[in-house]
């Protein structure tokens, strides 16, 4: 299997490569880090992936931060400002975006592909009963619906994809201690497997789906 995962320097990013590469797979790994692959800047997008041979059997977006530039998640409406909203937006929905417009080529037309992007419960509209994060919310919530309307235009030029947006559940990683606060969280290795395991479960009918690690549909 050929899979290719974007975001590979992050927590969950490297534990999906370190999986897939242990489970036999042909892993290419991007990040910024580490080939200089920055998901807000297309230029860098079209370059790192147009170089790539097609026929990626797999293709994992793990790109995303709930920090930007030391300022948090605003907690109320008096902490948002446009600067903020434009950089979570840049990040967490624009970015996965860029990766999935310039993926698309790389994926085969004749079998099952599946391309996963990490969003968040916290993305949820209809499960969201707290407030606050405005930012990252809305550009999860965002990213949920390209996902989505990406998932409807890759079925008539590749019937057998599969475009999801996955929750990983609370992760130890580096993203944010806030993200964890309050919540049983699990290694980034766990995580992987998780939604490893939730990805083989799910075919062409599950396309444009938003799934949680446990692959319970997660409204949106």
Do not use: C
């Amino acid at each position: 299997m050929r899979a290719l995962v974007v975001g590979a320097s992050g927590g969950i990013g490297g534990a999906l490569v370190a999986a897939l590469r242990a489970r036999g797979g042909e892993v290419t790994a991007l990040s910024r880090s580490g080939e200089g692959v920055d998901v807000t800047n297309e230029a860098s997008v079209a370059a790192a992936l147009g170089a790539l041979e097609p026929g990626f059997d797999l293709v994992v977006v793990a790109t995303g931060t709930l920090v930007i530039g030391g300022v948090g998640p605003e907690k109320t409406l008096r902490a948002v400002t446009a600067e903020g909203l434009a950089a979570q937006f840049a990040v967490n929905a624009i970015g996965p975006a860029l990766v999935m417009k310039h993926t698309l080529r790389l994926l085969p037309r004749d079998r099952v592909s599946r391309l996963a992007v990490l969003s968040a419960r916290v993305g949820s509209i209809g499960d969201n009963h707290l407030g606050g994060w405005y930012g990252y919310r809305a550009a999860k919530a965002a990213l949920n619906q390209l996902v989505r309307t990406a998932a409807v235009e890759a079925k008539r030029t590749h019937p057998l994809s599969v475009f999801v947006a996955l929750h990983p559940g609370t992760v130890e990683t580096g993203l944010a201690p806030a993200l964890r606060a309050g919540h049983p969280s699990v290694p980034a290795e766990v995580a992987a497997g998780n939604l490893l395991a939730v990805l083989e479960g799910l075919g062409p009918e599950d396309s444009g789906g938003f799934y949680d690690w446990k692959g319970e549909v997660v409204p949106w």
